[in-house]
Protein backbone atom coordinates (compact mmCIF):
# COMPACT_ATOMS: atom_id res chain seq x y z
CA UNK A 1 0.00 0.00 0.00
CA UNK A 2 1.50 3.35 -0.91
CA UNK A 3 2.14 5.83 2.27
CA UNK A 4 0.48 9.34 1.71
CA UNK A 5 2.78 10.41 4.36
CA UNK A 6 4.62 13.52 3.17
CA UNK A 7 7.97 12.28 1.24
CA UNK A 8 10.87 12.80 4.54
CA UNK A 9 12.51 16.08 3.71
CA UNK A 10 15.31 15.03 3.04
CA UNK A 11 18.02 17.44 5.81
CA UNK A 12 17.54 18.45 8.86
CA UNK A 13 15.50 21.71 9.78
CA UNK A 14 18.54 23.91 11.31
CA UNK A 15 20.98 22.67 8.63
CA UNK A 16 19.27 24.56 5.00
CA UNK A 17 23.07 24.19 2.89
CA UNK A 18 23.14 20.22 3.23
CA UNK A 19 23.96 18.85 0.20
CA UNK A 20 21.75 16.37 -1.33
CA UNK A 21 21.84 13.94 -3.95
CA UNK A 22 18.67 12.08 -6.14
CA UNK A 23 17.42 9.12 -4.86
CA UNK A 24 18.43 6.73 -8.43
CA UNK A 25 21.09 5.32 -7.17
CA UNK A 26 19.57 4.40 -3.41
CA UNK A 27 16.42 3.47 -5.31
CA UNK A 28 18.52 0.81 -8.44
CA UNK A 29 20.63 -0.43 -4.87
CA UNK A 30 17.29 -2.02 -3.19
CA UNK A 31 15.91 -2.84 -5.82
CA UNK A 32 19.01 -4.85 -6.73
CA UNK A 33 19.49 -6.31 -2.97
CA UNK A 34 15.72 -7.32 -3.36
CA UNK A 35 16.22 -9.37 -6.49
CA UNK A 36 20.00 -10.60 -5.12
CA UNK A 37 19.03 -11.16 -1.16
CA UNK A 38 15.08 -11.18 -1.32
CA UNK A 39 13.39 -9.13 1.42
CA UNK A 40 14.69 -10.15 4.43
CA UNK A 41 18.02 -9.22 2.97
CA UNK A 42 16.99 -5.74 1.81
CA UNK A 43 15.36 -5.35 5.45
CA UNK A 44 18.50 -6.46 6.85
CA UNK A 45 21.17 -3.60 5.17
CA UNK A 46 18.80 -1.06 5.54
CA UNK A 47 18.19 -1.58 9.34
CA UNK A 48 21.36 -0.94 9.44
CA UNK A 49 21.55 2.60 7.49
CA UNK A 50 18.86 3.95 9.31
CA UNK A 51 17.92 7.79 7.58
CA UNK A 52 17.79 10.08 10.44
CA UNK A 53 15.78 13.46 10.38
CA UNK A 54 16.27 16.06 13.13
CA UNK A 55 17.92 13.25 15.42
CA UNK A 56 15.01 11.11 14.82
CA UNK A 57 15.04 7.64 12.83
CA UNK A 58 12.85 7.66 10.17
CA UNK A 59 10.61 3.98 10.49
CA UNK A 60 11.09 1.18 8.18
CA UNK A 61 7.91 2.00 6.59
CA UNK A 62 8.47 5.82 6.12
CA UNK A 63 12.02 4.82 4.66
CA UNK A 64 11.29 2.29 2.03
CA UNK A 65 8.63 4.83 0.92
CA UNK A 66 11.55 7.35 0.52
CA UNK A 67 13.61 5.12 -1.31
CA UNK A 68 11.07 4.03 -3.45
CA UNK A 69 10.43 7.74 -5.16
CA UNK A 70 13.61 7.88 -6.80
CA UNK A 71 12.72 12.01 -7.40
CA UNK A 72 13.42 11.93 -3.81
CA UNK A 73 16.64 13.60 -2.04
CA UNK A 74 18.62 12.45 0.26
CA UNK A 75 21.77 13.88 2.17
CA UNK A 76 24.96 13.20 0.17
CA UNK A 77 26.93 12.10 3.66
CA UNK A 78 24.55 9.68 4.07
CA UNK A 79 24.13 8.22 0.30
CA UNK A 80 28.26 8.04 0.58
CA UNK A 81 27.97 5.78 3.90
CA UNK A 82 25.76 3.82 2.40
CA UNK A 83 27.91 2.81 -0.58
CA UNK A 84 31.07 1.97 1.87
CA UNK A 85 28.76 0.06 3.93
CA UNK A 86 27.60 -1.61 1.17
CA UNK A 87 30.31 -3.49 0.03
CA UNK A 88 31.07 -4.92 3.39
CA UNK A 89 27.50 -6.41 3.49
CA UNK A 90 27.61 -7.70 0.03
CA UNK A 91 31.03 -9.71 1.12
CA UNK A 92 29.66 -11.06 4.31
CA UNK A 93 26.47 -12.23 2.65
CA UNK A 94 28.58 -13.54 -0.33
CA UNK A 95 27.50 -11.88 -3.18
CA UNK A 96 29.38 -10.96 -6.37
CA UNK A 97 30.06 -7.01 -5.44
CA UNK A 98 31.06 -5.96 -8.99
CA UNK A 99 28.10 -7.72 -10.48
CA UNK A 100 26.15 -5.84 -7.98
CA UNK A 101 27.78 -2.45 -8.87
CA UNK A 102 27.12 -3.58 -12.73
CA UNK A 103 23.18 -3.89 -11.84
CA UNK A 104 23.17 -1.02 -10.04
CA UNK A 105 25.41 1.42 -12.94
CA UNK A 106 23.20 4.65 -13.39
CA UNK A 107 21.75 4.37 -17.19
CA UNK A 108 21.84 0.59 -17.53
CA UNK A 109 18.04 0.18 -18.79
CA UNK A 110 18.26 1.87 -21.05
CA UNK A 111 21.17 0.49 -23.30
CA UNK A 112 20.57 -2.05 -26.23
CA UNK A 113 21.45 -5.15 -24.67
CA UNK A 114 25.06 -6.78 -25.52
CA UNK A 115 25.13 -8.95 -28.14
CA UNK A 116 25.32 -12.62 -27.73
CA UNK A 117 28.40 -14.78 -28.28
CA UNK A 118 27.07 -16.23 -30.92
CA UNK A 119 26.45 -13.26 -32.73
CA UNK A 120 22.70 -13.58 -33.07
CA UNK B 1 3.14 4.79 -24.59
CA UNK B 2 7.21 4.01 -22.97
CA UNK B 3 9.61 5.91 -24.78
CA UNK B 4 11.24 2.84 -26.02
CA UNK B 5 7.25 1.84 -27.69
CA UNK B 6 7.51 6.06 -29.15
CA UNK B 7 11.31 5.70 -30.28
CA UNK B 8 10.25 2.24 -32.17
CA UNK B 9 7.71 3.43 -34.09
CA UNK B 10 10.11 5.74 -36.14
CA UNK B 11 13.13 3.56 -35.43
CA UNK B 12 15.26 1.26 -37.85
CA UNK B 13 16.08 -0.54 -34.97
CA UNK B 14 12.35 -0.92 -33.61
CA UNK B 15 12.38 -4.87 -33.13
CA UNK B 16 15.19 -4.26 -31.00
CA UNK B 17 13.54 -1.23 -28.82
CA UNK B 18 10.54 -3.42 -28.80
CA UNK B 19 12.08 -6.43 -27.18
CA UNK B 20 14.18 -4.22 -24.58
CA UNK B 21 10.60 -2.84 -23.48
CA UNK B 22 8.59 -6.04 -23.27
CA UNK B 23 11.39 -7.02 -20.98
CA UNK B 24 11.72 -3.53 -19.09
CA UNK B 25 8.14 -4.30 -18.81
CA UNK B 26 7.87 -7.15 -17.29
CA UNK B 27 11.43 -6.62 -14.98
CA UNK B 28 9.34 -3.49 -13.19
CA UNK B 29 6.58 -5.62 -12.54
CA UNK B 30 8.57 -8.11 -10.54
CA UNK B 31 9.98 -5.11 -9.40
CA UNK B 32 6.59 -3.79 -8.19
CA UNK B 33 5.89 -6.64 -6.47
CA UNK B 34 9.55 -7.18 -4.62
CA UNK B 35 8.67 -4.09 -3.21
CA UNK B 36 5.25 -4.18 -2.04
CA UNK B 37 6.42 -7.76 -0.40
CA UNK B 38 9.06 -5.69 1.15
CA UNK B 39 6.83 -2.80 2.32
CA UNK B 40 4.13 -5.40 3.73
CA UNK B 41 7.16 -6.89 5.84
CA UNK B 42 8.08 -3.91 7.10
CA UNK B 43 4.46 -2.82 8.39
CA UNK B 44 2.86 -2.89 11.64
CA UNK B 45 -1.06 -3.62 10.47
CA UNK B 46 -3.30 -1.19 12.18
CA UNK B 47 -6.83 -2.62 12.55
CA UNK B 48 -10.11 -0.36 12.04
CA UNK B 49 -13.11 -1.92 13.48
CA UNK B 50 -16.31 -0.71 12.24
CA UNK B 51 -19.19 -1.61 13.62
CA UNK B 52 -22.47 -1.13 11.72
CA UNK B 53 -24.97 -2.02 14.74
CA UNK B 54 -24.39 1.33 16.05
CA UNK B 55 -22.18 3.07 13.48
CA UNK B 56 -19.48 3.19 15.72
CA UNK B 57 -15.49 3.25 14.90
CA UNK B 58 -12.63 1.97 16.66
CA UNK B 59 -8.78 2.26 15.50
CA UNK B 60 -6.01 0.08 17.28
CA UNK B 61 -8.77 -1.09 20.05
CA UNK B 62 -9.64 2.94 20.81
CA UNK B 63 -13.12 4.89 20.19
CA UNK B 64 -12.58 7.00 17.64
CA UNK B 65 -16.26 8.54 17.01
CA UNK B 66 -19.48 7.47 15.34
CA UNK B 67 -22.51 8.28 12.83
CA UNK B 68 -21.50 10.39 9.71
CA UNK B 69 -17.72 10.66 10.63
CA UNK B 70 -17.49 6.93 11.12
CA UNK B 71 -18.80 6.46 8.22
CA UNK B 72 -16.74 8.60 6.19
CA UNK B 73 -13.33 7.00 8.12
CA UNK B 74 -14.61 3.44 7.04
CA UNK B 75 -14.97 4.58 3.21
CA UNK B 76 -11.58 6.12 3.29
CA UNK B 77 -9.99 3.04 5.07
CA UNK B 78 -11.68 1.12 2.49
CA UNK B 79 -10.15 2.88 -0.27
CA UNK B 80 -6.98 2.74 1.63
CA UNK B 81 -7.07 -1.28 1.61
CA UNK B 82 -8.47 -1.53 -1.85
CA UNK B 83 -7.10 0.61 -4.25
CA UNK B 84 -3.69 1.68 -2.00
CA UNK B 85 -4.54 4.83 -2.30
CA UNK B 86 -4.39 7.09 1.05
CA UNK B 87 -5.42 10.68 -0.72
CA UNK B 88 -8.89 11.74 -1.65
CA UNK B 89 -10.84 15.03 -3.05
CA UNK B 90 -13.74 16.34 -0.81
CA UNK B 91 -15.83 15.54 -4.41
CA UNK B 92 -15.45 12.14 -4.55
CA UNK B 93 -17.48 11.62 -1.13
CA UNK B 94 -19.89 14.47 -1.54
CA UNK B 95 -21.12 11.81 -4.44
CA UNK B 96 -22.07 9.39 -1.39
CA UNK B 97 -25.67 10.04 -0.11
CA UNK B 98 -24.82 7.86 2.64
CA UNK B 99 -22.31 10.78 4.04
CA UNK B 100 -24.21 13.94 3.06
CA UNK B 101 -27.90 15.40 4.39
CA UNK B 102 -28.14 17.35 1.15
CA UNK B 103 -26.54 17.85 -1.89
CA UNK B 104 -26.56 21.46 -1.95
CA UNK B 105 -25.47 22.03 1.71
CA UNK B 106 -23.43 18.60 2.42
CA UNK B 107 -22.01 19.53 5.93
CA UNK B 108 -18.82 17.51 4.52
CA UNK B 109 -16.00 19.91 5.93
CA UNK B 110 -18.13 20.00 8.82
CA UNK B 111 -17.52 16.63 9.58
CA UNK B 112 -14.24 15.89 8.35
CA UNK B 113 -13.04 18.25 10.93
CA UNK B 114 -14.83 16.38 13.61
CA UNK B 115 -13.04 13.27 11.89
CA UNK B 116 -9.37 14.72 12.37
CA UNK B 117 -10.12 16.20 15.82
CA UNK B 118 -11.54 12.67 17.07
CA UNK B 119 -8.61 11.08 15.27
CA UNK B 120 -5.75 13.40 17.36
CA UNK B 121 -7.48 13.03 20.58
CA UNK B 122 -7.85 9.46 20.05
CA UNK B 123 -3.47 8.94 19.27
CA UNK B 124 -4.34 5.92 17.69
CA UNK B 125 -1.65 6.38 14.96
CA UNK B 126 -3.62 7.21 12.58
CA UNK B 127 -4.37 11.60 11.14
CA UNK B 128 -6.22 13.29 8.43
CA UNK B 129 -4.09 15.89 6.75
CA UNK B 130 -5.24 18.43 4.50
CA UNK B 131 -3.56 18.25 1.03
CA UNK B 132 -4.23 21.48 -0.56
CA UNK B 133 -7.55 22.86 -2.32
CA UNK B 134 -10.44 20.48 -1.76
CA UNK B 135 -8.35 16.89 -0.69
CA UNK B 136 -6.80 15.66 2.56
CA UNK B 137 -4.67 12.49 2.74
CA UNK B 138 -4.95 9.51 5.67
CA UNK B 139 -1.48 9.54 7.19
CA UNK B 140 0.01 6.20 9.02
CA UNK B 141 2.96 4.42 9.40
CA UNK B 142 1.32 1.33 9.01
CA UNK B 143 -0.74 -1.04 6.84
CA UNK B 144 -4.11 -0.65 7.28
CA UNK B 145 -6.76 -3.08 7.95
CA UNK B 146 -10.79 -2.56 7.70
CA UNK B 147 -12.80 -4.85 9.95
CA UNK B 148 -16.70 -5.07 10.22
CA UNK B 149 -17.98 -7.63 12.49
CA UNK B 150 -20.93 -9.05 11.68
CA UNK B 151 -24.75 -7.91 12.75
CA UNK B 152 -25.85 -9.97 16.04
Known amino acids: MRSSAAQPLPIDSDDSWALTTRNDYV ?3 HCTLLRELGVNGAREFW ?3 RFERNGQALSERALAAHIWDERALSPTPWMLGLVSELERFLVDKGVNVAAFNEQTRPGRDQELPALRADGN | MSKHARAATKNFLRFALTEIDGANEAAQAELDELHARYVAAVSQTL ?7 DGSIQVGERHVCRGTSAALLRECV ?3 QQEGRMEFSFREFKRIPELISH ?5 FETRLNRLRAA ?12 RGRGQFALVTDCRLELVEPEHR
Not at chain 2, 103 to 107: D, E, V
Not at chain 2, 121 to 126: E, K, P, R, V
Open chain 2, 47 to 53: RVVYFAS
Open chain 2, 119 to 130: LTAAASGLAIEP
Open chain 2, 103 to 107: PKNTG
Open chain 1, 47 to 49: SNN
Open chain 2, 78 to 80: RIA
Open chain 1, 27 to 29: KAV
